[in-house]
């Protein structure tokens, strides 16, 4: 039979027909044995995905990644909430803007498909971030209890800070109700933690990147079935490989291995700013290449990181750093103007940088 020929010995591929099926309303996440692999969310117990693997085996990329095809393909809404910022640029670089937090859950309401940005990585503190995004899903989930017949479906998402949420209700409410209002979380971990093992029976739908704890591991052969086999390659997956689990509603567990998630590539941008005014956009790699241009690798790497925080480039602080490591000023002021840089800009950082560096 043909769907035996996607098959691995133990490792089950999705059937064709399955396949096939899924391929009308899924998303394409990547390839299994050759084949596309379409993540089908229909025919699930649940709507809510957890992402698990170690750090920088690939669980942010698949999240950017299922949230624009969630949102694109799927006409989802997504409402994201960032602890760190670490989703500013690609929230930006897909069109969509942030939003404060007073206004998420009305936004929210009203909001056909897209993504719903919170960046809270401004907030004074983690304390604050943990209240302010406390308030914010409150305030979604009593939306959400409202609202009846519209047929829009909503995912949360909340990459590894949603462990700050602990003592909250909040996860607990939308995991528990969600389904019934057409609202997922998607939410990721390292899995290295017994609250994360704890939450992990509460999604239909998982991703296994790269793991490595033993307790983690156990507890996922344990519930999915996994053999010693599959356990191995788990360890041993690649960046960007991942082995994903789905609990169907027919009661079935479904277990493909998709050999790398597939998703945009894209360009990290950086925003120049002097003081409050944020004056510049422009692409790391451009600003890296001036940087060395000025002073050689070490320094312009160094350089940038003492300006650099969520994004934004902290241009005064940036010339700061490099009139310390000796550069010359007049070399650096041509090198800021061939990229485009206005000459208020450049008048102002270089002046507020002299200035801080007088003050020592
Ligand atoms: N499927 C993929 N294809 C190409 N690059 C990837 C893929 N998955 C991850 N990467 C790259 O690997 C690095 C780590 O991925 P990331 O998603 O940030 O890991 P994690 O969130 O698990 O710590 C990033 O530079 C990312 O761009
Ligand atoms: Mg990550």
């Given at each position: ?13 999705q059937e064709i027909r ?241 050999e790398k998630v597939h ?98």
């Amino acid at each position: 039979m043909a769907s035996d020929l996607i098959r691995f010995p133990d490792l089950k591929a999705q059937e064709i027909r399955r396949a096939l099926e899924s391929a009308k309303s899924g998303i394409l996440i990547g390839r299994t044995r050759g084949l596309p692999y379409f993540l089908d969310l229909d025919n699930v117990i649940n709507p809510h995905i957890f992402v698990c693997g170690i750090t920088g085996s690939g669980k942010t990329y698949l999240m950017r990644n299922l949230m624009l095809k969630l949102a694109e393909i799927r006409s989802s809404t997504i409402a994201l909430i960032d602890f760190t910022g670490e989703y500013e640029n690609f929230v930006r670089l897909i069109g969509e803007k942030r939003t404060c937090s007073e206004n998420f859950a009305e936004s929210l309401a009203a909001k056909g498909s897209g993504v719903l940005y919170l960046n809270l990585a401004e907030e004074r503190n983690q304390k604050s971030r943990v209240s302010v995004a406390d308030k914010v899903l409150s305030q979604v989930i009593e939306n959400m209890r409202m609202r009846s017949g519209d047929n829009r479906k909503v995912f949360v998402m909340l990459d590894e800070a949603w462990k700050l949420l602990d003592g909250s209700k909040v996860l607990q409410s939308l995991l528990r109700e969600g389904r019934k209002y057409g609202y997922g979380l998607i939410f990721s971990s390292q899995l290295a933690e017994d609250m994360d093992l704890a939450m992990l029976s509460n999604a239909a739908t998982i991703f296994v990147f790269r793991l490595q704890n033993r307790q983690g591991l156990r507890r996922l052969a344990a519930n999915y079935g996994l053999g010693n086999g599959q356990v191995e390659m788990i360890q041993e997956l690649g960046v960007g490989s991942c082995m994903v689990m789905q609990s169907l509603a027919t009661g079935k567990m479904e277990l493909c291995l998709v050999e790398k998630v597939h998703g945009i590539e894209f360009e990290e941008t950086l925003m120049l700013k002097t003081g409050d005014k944020t004056r510049f956009e422009i692409t790391k790699s451009k600003l890296e290449d001036a940087m060395r241009e000025v002073c050689g690798e070490g320094a312009a790497s160094e350089a940038l990181h003492a300006g650099e925080k969520n994004g934004y480039v902290d241009l005064s602080v940036m010339i700061a750093a490099l009139l310390d490591k000796g550069t010359r000023g007049r070399k650096l002021l041509g090198v800021l103007r061939k990229l485009g840089i206005d000459e208020d800009a450049l008048a102002d950082s270089f002046a507020i940088a002299v200035s801080s560096r007088l003050k020592e």
